[in-house]
């Protein structure tokens, strides 16, 4: 077999999958090199070289990169941090190493404002309505009575996004973080004080989430999924990271038809030929630059955000169901010969552990925190034996997690994403669930209804109503 050498720059759980989806090439003896954010028991296992850099500082990162250059055939980056602050530029300047991921210049991630003036030149009509707020444009003015006449307008059903992720109290929307002018003004200026803010149309639908592969010149779109933002199950508590996601068997979710897919897929090739046409660089947009958030609406598709790296959760759903050899995907991305990426026709449901003070469930259940365990470590092994019984049918991702004197401890965010695949949607779904409750010690926790049938067919009956409404 040959060898193949792959630097990995890792955050959490999104990462291990990539992983392990490399690590199980049936063609490549693969020489895992990471560089990661904690210490995953995943990477110990697993990673020829495994140095942690806490900050993911892409200077730090590249001296790894050239440390071991005359072994490593690429690099592939997962978290939006390291894209953005230009690692792909950083690396490959310096080592000569291709990197899959986009260039710091088309991160579009970065800037929300920019997202809605490429989607206005490009797809106008896949934007909801929108106004941009620069600070500069209102020193002096009555920036309030400015967003209270767009807020007319809107008949108050708005979503306020500061343009830089990370700043602020982040994205705002009307009837979930606030339920009074007041209240949404202090969330605006919250991020004003940081820099330009867009109050944009909030947009009744289902939502779905569509990325795909690019080596630059093509873009081969995946199958769609669907992720849990909220906390809760039923869709209460607070919007996290994403508490879980899943995929159906055909490429479409089953509140969708084949051809809203089909508008989806058009959609998708409209908004990358028109950015690629603006780009000279035939390889800038390598790695997955479009991970596009959209609304179905019943009177047509709106794009709520594009992201330029893989989904979290929603990768975990795609990558282990590739039939393709993914080091042979990932070397023809970082090539510039990628035509194309076969699917198996499975379904998967991909559940996260998370811990007792995540997305405030010790304050909302404090009944159902033992707080004995809380700082106990977290017991893997009967969840991972579980592929005795299911073979590669159950995926165990560890995420914010780290290994301490040998035993594996949960830190402050997603703990573990437990995958099941299946040949239907429930099928994947009882697997999941039953890898989550295999899971003991440190307090962790999950949803339960995550591609529930019951979730689904709420899901269903809403967009029979919208498209009633068209």
Known sequence: MEKIGVLLVSYGAREVAMADALLRSRKYQVELYVADKQCNPFHVQHAKKHKIIPSLDIQEICKFAQENKDNLDFVMVGSEKPIIEGIRDLIEKQTGIPVICPTKEYAIEESKVAQRVLFEEIAPEANPRFKVFHPADYRGKDVRGVVYKWLDELDNQAVVKPDKPALGKGVGVWGDHFANREQLFEHFMSNFQYGSVIIEEKIDGEE????????????????????????????????????????????????????????????????????????????????????????????????????????????????????????????????????????????????????????????????????????????????????????????????????????????????????GIGGSIEEARQISQEGARAITGGALWNRTDVASEQHIAKSVRHMEKLRGRA
Not at 273 to 296: C, E, N, Q, S
Not at 341 to 369: H, I, N, Q, R
Request: charged share 25%; net charge neutral; hydrophobic share 35%.
């Open 208 to 419: 779905s989430s569509c990325m795909g592969f690019c080596d630059g010149k093509h873009f081969i779109p995946l199958p769609d999924t669907r992720d849990y933002k909220r906390a809760f199950d039923d869709d209460r508590g607070p919007n996290t990271g994403g508490m879980g996601s899943y995929k159906d068997v055909v490429d479409w979710l089953p509140f969708l038809t084949a051809a809203e897919r089909e508008q989806e897929l058009a959609l998708t090739d409209k908004v990358f030929k028109g950015w690629k046409a603006k780009i000279t660089d035939d390889f800038a947009l390598r790695g997955v630059p479009l991970y596009l958030a959209f609304m179905h609406t019943g009177k047509g598709i709106k794009i709520l955000e594009i992201n330029s790296r893989p989904g979290d959760p929603e990768i975990m759903n795609l990558l282990p169901i590739i039939k393709d050899d993914f080091v042979d995907v990932c070397l023809k991305m970082a090539h510039g010969n990628l035509t194309g990426v076969t699917m198996e026709k499975s379904a998967t449901v991909l559940t996260y552990k998370v811990p007792s003070d995540y997305g405030g469930y010790a304050d909302m259940f404090p009944d159902k925190v033992d707080k004995a365990v809380v700082n106990m470590p977290v017991d893997l092994t009967k969840a991972e034996a579980l592929s005795k019984k299911y073979g590669s049918n159950i995926r165990i991702y560890p995420g914010s997690m780290e290994l301490r004197g040998g035993k594996n401890y949960s830190l402050k965010s997603r703990a573990i994403g437990i995958l």
